[in-house]
């Protein structure tokens, strides 16, 4: 097969060839964790393989919730599409009846975003497997059975990891490592990886590295004698240090290290927001689920050209930028790291001092992705981190975009509740610009920081300066001469307009 090359970072890399795995724990009315997390509302559709199935053998009845695609059928389905290279195997299951992933979405669509993360971390689909169970085996998850069976196709595809679209205890990673031909990877683990491709700056780069070791310390296990050999020299004699008691401690040190380190970029930003603060500039920060169109719509209100780009988690670095509202206002907008559903949890941590632009904004931008088909479990999902950075309770105004995608009616519909301010909503195409301007009037509304008032003001035509900063900083509503006056009625910020108070007329 001809070697698939990937650039990133200047530098060819093979991609690797990943057999995905999705665990369905759903079926006996227990959710993903086995803890009674209730099951999603929305109908399930049909899974892929199922759908390639039927069209090899019409006759099928693929209706039953607990019928499986037997790999012989799968290999003979593959054979039929002429299924090689880097597309999908179809040992995946026929999706249908009440069958419900994680946070609420069902098993092929938890599997269809698995498929984007491994595509955004530079790797190929050889092959997708499902497996379904009422309770998760405490020692693989999966089962046996079913380990043998992916123990066949990774080798027969000739894989380099399998990916697990879940998150595995220490112990099931280290027994499916010895059952398996290759690397065993989980979801978070998955994800850590796309977050070290994609910073790009030392703090980034800091936060991605304490998250990674915080997520491995756990997880450290030992091959046999190699793990058992004893330190040597003066004050080590005894019953010694084992290597892998080594390798936690200076992991922990390390662990250490990066927290003093990432302390120390808290206090600059503290004290940046405080010079900032120092002038009335409020901020307006960006949120939304990974891939919602955050820096596309970041580029179309600042006129900035940061990275925008469909792979997720592209964007790692927070942004700031001033733009200005029709009220003449200035604000700081920021962009901050997409979330994703199971967001590991050692990413929220480390991540908190980039996170912190969120935690000080006075107004969050919800940006939702108004074509997806799951955008509610995606907003639940944000609302969810939102609550671990105790950023819940601020002003939000929810951000409809890629209205552009969607047809006439439902893109129509949209729009005229944007309008409406239906439950703080604007509907919006940053790929377009459409409902851009209401969606700054928006974000005018819900600022509370420097109020708007209005004023009436005589000025002295002399003065240039103070009539410069008046048209620079506020809306001129109408404009009168009065000999050697200008008389304005303006409405602008509390703040300037303070500054211009031996300006206003007697009575103001």
């Not at 719509?297 to 780009?309: D, I, K, M, P, Y």
């Not at 209005?454 to 620079?472: D, H, K, S, T």
Request: contains cysteine.
């Amino acid at each position: 097969m001809r070697e698939e090359e990937n650039r990133t970072g200047g530098s060819a890399l093979k991609l690797e060839r990943a057999v995905l795995v999705g665990v369905d724990l759903g079926r006996s009315g227990q959710g993903w964790s086995g803890q009674g997390r209730p099951g999603s509302s929305r109908g399930s559709r049909a899974g892929v393989a199922g759908a390639r199935l039927a069209a090899v053998r019409p006759e099928a009845d693929l209706g039953s919730p607990d019928e499986v695609l037997a790999p012989a059928d799968a290999a003979r389905a593959d054979e039929s599409l002429n299924l090689t290279g880097g597309g999908l195997r179809s040992g995946l299951a026929p999706l249908s009846g009440p069958s419900t992933g994680p946070a609420g979405l069902d098993a092929e669509e938890s599997l269809a975003e698995f498929r984007e993360l491994v595509a955004s971390a530079g790797g190929v689909v050889v092959a997708e497997l499902m497996q379904r169970r009422p309770r998760p085996d405490p020692a693989t998850l999966i089962g046996s059975g079913k380990v043998e069976e992916i123990a066949g196709v990774a080798a027969s595809t000739e894989a380099d990891l399998v990916l697990f679209d879940c998150d595995l205890s220490p112990t099931q990673l280290r027994n499916l490592e010895a059952a398996l031909p290759c690397r065993v990877l989980d979801r978070t683990q998955l994800i850590l990886d796309i977050f070290a491709r994609h910073a790009r700056t030392s703090e980034g780069q800091l936060q991605v590295e304490l998250a990674q070791l915080e997520y491995m310390l756990p997880r450290l296990t030992g091959k046999g004698k190699a793990m058992s050999q004893l330190g040597g020299g003066i004050g080590t004699r005894g019953p010694g240090e084992t290597r892998l008691e080594t390798d936690r401690r200076r992991i922990q040190a390390r662990i250490d290290h990066l927290k003093s380190e990432l302390e120390g970029v808290r206090r600059v930003r503290k004290q940046q927001r405080q010079r900032r603060e120092a002038v009335p500039v409020p901020t307006v920060a960006l949120v939304g689920y990974t891939n919602a169109g955050k820096s596309t719509l970041f580029n179309r209100l600042t006129g900035a050209e940061v990275l925008a780009s469909s792979r997720m988690f592209a964007t790692l670095d927070p942004k700031l930028r001033a733009i200005e509202l029709p009220s003449r206002r200035k604000v700081l907008l920021s962009d901050t790291v997409g979330f994703i559903r199971n967001l590991p949890h050692t990413l929220v941590t480390s991540f908190r001092a980039t996170l912190e632009e969120v935690a000080q904004a006075e107004v969050l931008l919800h940006v939702r992705d108004a074509a997806s088909s799951y955008g509610e479990e995606q907003k639940s999902q944000v609302e969810k981190v939102l609550g671990e950075l105790d950023s819940l309770g601020k002003p939000r105004i929810e951000v409809l975009n890629k209205i552009d995608l969607l047809v006439g009616h439902e893109r129509e519909g949209l729009l005229a509740r944007g309008q409406s301010g239906a439950a703080g909503e604007v509907a919006v195409s940053a790929q377009t610009g459409e409902g851009m301007e209401a969606l700054l009037l928006a974000i005018d509304r819900a600022l509370h920081t420097d109020p708007l008032i209005e004023a009436e003001l005589r000025v002295p035509q002399q003065e240039g300066g103070v009539l410069a900063a008046i048209e620079a900083g506020m809306v001129v509503h109408s404009r009168e001469y009065e000999g050697n006056l200008v008389r304005l009625t303006v409405s602008g910020p509390a703040s300037l307009v303070g500054r211009l108070r031996k300006y206003r007329v007697r009575g103001e």
